[in-house]
């Protein structure tokens, strides 16, 4: 089937991109970039004959015959004694007239050291810019290995040409700032008077074949056009800007503003694009869909490490211009920002940490990492410190306020994923003379005798209170007293000697704690002292072993508000996708399992955030987490913010971007968040009421034993899946609320009664608002607000009768199948309604084997949709309009074929957003 659906890589457009077809005929016009008719290109000197053809794979060029003959690009490479700018001219004639979008692929390669500057001139108009911050569809073209040759598409202009002859002229250029090399190339250019948008080298067909129900589509995507007749615009949700109300507040488990006014954050993990042009654009792109917070992680690698002028110290003049910017254009477009700041901070000589000290660090970039033992070193906390203070200090020119005054800066992490109690540096300085950290351990041995010490004052008490697990060396006043490594804490006492040293490790366990909640806790004053008003946060990471888990809980909540991380799926290329073996499971085989499962730590009083989260491809199910964790956890848990990770883009990617696991600019994700966002916004979903409200004291999180009694399933550096917390299964997530708090003289542990909720025999759960069910028999999930509704999972030949429309699926295995009703009444009266229909996706050529557990071919761009094919009964007053709608949210003209309120929705209209109006 999927050599057949390249057929229709073309006629997806039609369907995905704007604009009204023209009255002229459909043109496509595909010119070769080594057909010109004249050129200054240095490709056959020194260095350009070596950049033009050296370990080229011509096949991925265009006009190439995979296997049989190869392609060509149109390429210029010269040294920097080489001051003349090369221009290359192509002549071609028009035969339809009008407006022509220019699409062109090049090497769109620079950095300090080289690249170029691209500029065209079109009938020898004026030189302009060709914008090289809108790439797509990147494609190396030396493997294996870093190469500066790779091509990319980039949309370069929307020409009015009249019928005849056209001359087009590119230049390249001296990159300014660059000091070595000027390059490039061209590959293809293509001209189009009807939407069209590159995958490859897919040429554009005017006059594409019809597509099937079944035909899974193209996903062709170029530049948003941001039209007003777009119906998932999503910004007019976003107050602008960024601050209207005050600063972001911590008020009991919630988030409010200064005013009081509640709210709730869908947001995204981005760094800024590189010109201040594709910022505006990229903030524009994310509040269109929804977007109303960015996570910058993490903002050292942006703005650097401080450098000293003078007698100062200060940042990057150029690097701090940007990020000013980019602030504040999010600000303006109604975006709020989370900082995390440092991963791991990166300290030099020139923070005066002790010499020997310094060098016991492990080398990180230009300097030294502090991850880890900064919780135990007050040096590097006043390093760290002194970093936060001089960017929250700093005036904002664009906005005319420093960042600690600044409420569009609504929470501020100490750091991400660090944590004392983590593998990386536990194990290392638990065993005091491994050649890693040798210094640190012996400093963090003296104070884990100072705090013995200062709890049992003598040897005599020490022994009563260790007993049987007192070792022989233990001694108030011996500072190389036995310390544990994350790896020992296990649930049921340490690792080696289990029940006898538990007292003894839930103490080094408490010392642990009480240093990481006071670090914290002095940060949090340092900021208030300075003047910020907004939230706080810690970080977001876990213990290593689950004794300590409790704990580091307990130091989090030192702050504002609770953070997590949490990844599901993936494959055998970890962070990037890879032929291999694939982690295919689905979250719809057990209720609020996987990502969802982060809810279990949930702290009762505080706001509770997902900073990073996604469900990683080559899985085949990901588009159920996104609905998941908006109706599951920021509706039913009442989560308060959702970060995905992570975005950067300004436009939908092609294919599996870049290869990378981590890419939310997919329609799987960015295509859903419209609807998402608006159900958020709306409160479509209610809080449920708590049905496991834990609460242990601070005794019970230090006897050295799990107190949680944590269960766990699918677990990894990245992967978090928790299946309970002792009685508390984790299935209760999908009930209603489950909160978790560590404080003396608290009320007891409320544990509800499940079973009102959950019909084990048959394999379901209700949630108590009764706007949720999760058949996990079926691996289904059905949504049932009054407002938005919908059908999640393993749907295909089932029939849904939701209550304000029945939905009859065909052949379709998996879907994500959302109602939205876009005047914010209920569905069965709603005028306007979005539909947003998801399925499967891969790339063209991707083969898995039956079960989905191993990519055999990763294949390449474009992105093959898998259509909905379902018949949609909607209930409530005529319907006098049903419309497939394109990529950008316009609804084509034409009416999709209907008998009353009936119709059907299927690969015909290649596309993933339909629109109902009554």
């Not at 689905?586 to 955030?609: C, N, Y």
């Not at 749907?795 to 939701?802: K, Q």
Request: hydrophobic share 40%; glycine share 10%; aromatic share 12%.
């Amino acid at each position: 089937m999927i050599r057949k659906n390249l057929a229709f890589c073309v006629a997806a457009f039609a369907a995905l991109v704007v604009a009204s077809r023209p009255a002229a005929a459909n043109e496509a016009i595909w010119m070769e970039g080594e057909d010109y008719t004249s050129s200054t290109f240095v490709e056959t000197q020194g260095a350009g004959t070596w950049y033009h053809n050296d370990k080229i794979n011509k096949d991925l060029l265009s006009a190439a015959e995979p296997g049989i003959s190869g392609g060509d690009w149109h390429s210029h490479y010269v040294s920097n004694d080489y001051r003349e700018a090369a221009v290359a001219t192509y002549r071609f004639a028009v035969t339809e007239g009008g407006s022509y979008n220019w699409w062109i692929r090049l090497n769109p390669f620079s950095n300090r050291n080289g690249g170029g500057d691209y500029n065209y001139s079109i009938d020898n108009g004026p030189w302009l810019p060709i914008d090289l911050s809108y790439v797509t569809s990147r494609l190396n073209l030396v493997d294996p290995g870093l190469d500066i040759r790779f091509v990319a598409w980039t949309f370069g202009d929307v020409f009015e040409m009249a019928r005849g002859p056209h001359t087009l002229k590119v230049r390249i250029s001296d990159r300014e700032g660059s000091d070595k090399e000027a390059h490039g190339g061209i590959d293809v250019m293509a001209f189009t008077n009807f939407p069209w948008a590159p995958t490859g080298i897919v040429r554009p067909d005017p006059n594409p074949p019809a597509p099937g129900p079944e035909d899974w589509f193209t996903l062709m995507a170029g530049p948003d056009p941001h039209s007003a007749e777009s119906i998932i615009d999503m910004s007019h949700l976003i107050e602008k800007p960024a601050g209207t109300h005050g600063f972001l507040k911590q008020s009991g488990k919630d988030f409010v503003f200064e005013d009081r006014t509640g709210v709730k954050f869908w947001g995204v993990d981005a760094s800024m694009s590189s010109t201040v042009q594709a910022q505006h654009r990229q903030a524009n792109f994310y509040a269109k869909h929804g977007i109303n917070m960015v996570r910058q992680h993490p903002v050292q690698s942006v703005l650097g490490l401080l450098t000293t002028a003078g007698r100062t110290r200060g940042f990057d003049p150029e690097r701090l211009d940007r990020w000013d910017r980019w602030f504040s254009i999010l600000k303006d477009n109604g975006i709020y920002m989370t900082w995390s700041l440092f991963y791991p901070h990166v300290i030099t000589e020139a923070d005066g940490y002790p010499t020997n000290l310094y060098n016991d660090l492990p080398d990180r970039g230009a300097g030294k990492s502090t991850s880890g033992v900064v919780t135990m070193m007050r040096e590097l906390q006043d390093a760290q410190w002194q970093w936060e203070q001089a960017l929250l200090n700093h005036v904002n020119p664009y906005t005319r306020l420093a960042y600690k005054d600044d409420p569009a800066l609504a929470i501020v992490e100490v750091h991400n994923e660090d944590s004392i109690f983590w593998h990386a540096p536990l194990n290392d300085l638990a065993s005091y003379n491994n050649g890693k950290l040798d210094r640190h351990a012996a400093i963090l041995g003296q104070l884990w005798m100072n705090w013995v010490k200062q709890r049992y004052g003598t040897n005599r008490n020490l022994a009563v209170a260790w007993g049987s697990g007192k070792r022989p060396d233990d001694s108030v006043d011996n500072p190389r007293m036995k310390m544990y490594g994350a790896w020992e804490m296990e649930g049921d006492g340490p690792r080696l000697n289990k029940t006898r040293e538990n007292r003894r490790m839930g103490d080094f366990i408490r010392f642990l704690a009480e240093l990481q909640r006071d670090f914290y806790r002095r940060r949090e004053q340092r900021l208030r002292e300075l003047g910020y008003k907004a939230v706080t946060v810690t970080t977001a990471w876990k213990a290593g072993g689950p004794a300590a888990s409790a704990a580091n809980l307990w130091t989090d909540d030192a702050m504002d508000a609770i953070d997590r991380h949490n990844y599901f799926g993936g494959g055998a290329g970890g962070h990037n996708i890879s032929t291999g073996a694939v982690a295919n499971g689905t979250h719809m085989t057990k209720a609020g399992r996987g990502i969802l499962s982060s809810g279990l730590w949930q702290v009762e009083d505080k706001p509770f955030i997902m900073t990073e989260w996604t469900q990683l491809p080559p899985n085949q199910w990901k588009a159920e987490i996104a609905p998941l964790v908006a109706f599951y956890g920021m509706g039913l848990q009442g989560w308060d913010a959702s970060y995905h990770f992570a975005a950067s883009r300004i436009y939908m990617g092609s294919g599996w971007p870049s290869m990378r696991s981590y890419v939310t600019c997919t329609p799987h994700y960015l295509g859903q968040f419209p609807a998402l966002a608006f159900a958020i916004y709306n409160n479509h979903f209610d809080e449920g009421d708590i049905v496991a409200a834990r609460r242990l004291s601070t005794g019970e999180i230090f006897t050295g034993i799990d107190a949680l009694g944590q269960k766990h399933g699918l677990v990894g550096y990245d992967q978090n899946e928790l299946l309970a917390h002792a009685e508390t299964p984790v299935e209760a997530l999908a009930i209603g609320r489950v909160t978790l708090k560590v404080k003396d003289r608290q009320r007891p542990s409320d544990l509800g009664n499940l079973s009102a909720y959950w019909d084990r025999e048959g394999r379901t759960i209700v949630s108590n608002t009764g706007q949720l069910m999760w058949d996990y028999g079926k691996k289904v999930v059905t949504v049932r607000s009054d407002k938005t509704q919908g059908v999640i999972g393993f749907a295909g030949g089932r029939t849904f009768d939701l209550p304000g429309v029945t939905v009859e699926f065909g052949p379709t295995p998996f879907v994500s199948l959302l109602f939205t009703p876009l005047d914010n009444r209920p569905l069965i009266e709603s005028a306007e309604i979005l539909i947003t229909a998801m399925a499967q996706d891969k790339q063209f050529g991707a083969v898995y084997n039956e079960d989905g557990t191993k990519l055999i071919e990763t294949g390449g761009p474009p992105l093959l949709l898998e259509p909905v094919q379902a018949t949609l009964v909607f209930k409530g007053a005529a319907i006098n309009s049903a419309k497939a709608v394109d990529v950008y949210g316009v609804p084509e003209d034409a009416q999709i074929e209907r008998t009353g309120n009936t119709f059907a929705i299927d690969g015909r209209y290649a596309t993933y957003y339909y629109e109902v109006r009554r």
